[in-house]
């Protein structure tokens, strides 16, 4: 989809810079309304798809912490039965408090370690749509100035025509 929305803006910015100039202003161009419009309506269309495709990679990561957080309450629950079964304050007992110790303490690192690889994709991917989402806003805006210039320049042009026609009768 991210291809999609990137291949309609690059159709978007090709029209523009092959557009036609106007005489006597380099920086003005006549468009054809209609395929920028057409363009401009797919690319709106596209765009619902990359937040969803965001929203999902949400929710995705929300799964897999919510699974890294009981894969580690399963280990410490196991942990502290393995630590109840274990009785007296022998050598033996000792150290099995201590591996159960260790074991919540790599089972709470783990899941750490798994939510914060999880927040760095989600964050770098919504960073990317964003980032796609800006682009395709500040090319929008920058053809509607360049529309409206057109516009406004041709409306004056014809005006003036026809005050030079009126003029001339």
Not at 31 to 41: F, G, H, N, Y
Not at 85 to 112: C, L, W
Not at 117 to 141: F, H, K, M, S
């Amino acid at each position: 989809m991210a291809n999609d929305v990137f291949y309609l803006i690059d159709l978007l910015y090709e029209m523009i810079e092959g557009a036609k100039g106007v005489v006597l202003s380099p920086d003005k161009c006549i468009v054809v309304r209609d395929d920028a419009l057409e363009l401009l309506e797919q690319l709106r269309g596209e765009l619902p798809a990359e937040l969803k495709k965001a929203q999902d990679l949400i929710r995705r990561r929300d799964e897999y912490v919510e699974e890294a957080k009981k894969e580690a309450e399963r280990i410490r629950r196991q942990a502290e039965l393995d630590a109840r079964t274990i009785v007296g304050e022998s050598e033996i007992a000792r150290v099995a408090r201590d591996k159960a110790r260790d074991m919540v303490t790599q089972a709470n690192d783990r899941s750490r370690a798994i939510i914060n690889v999880a927040n760095e994709y989600t964050d770098d991917a919504l960073r990317r749509t964003e980032e796609a989402i800006q682009q395709a806003l500040e090319e929008v805006r920058e053809s509607r100035a360049r529309f409206r210039a057109v516009s406004r320049e041709k409306l004056q042009s014809q005006q003036a025509r026809v005050e030079e026609q009126a003029g001339g009768k």
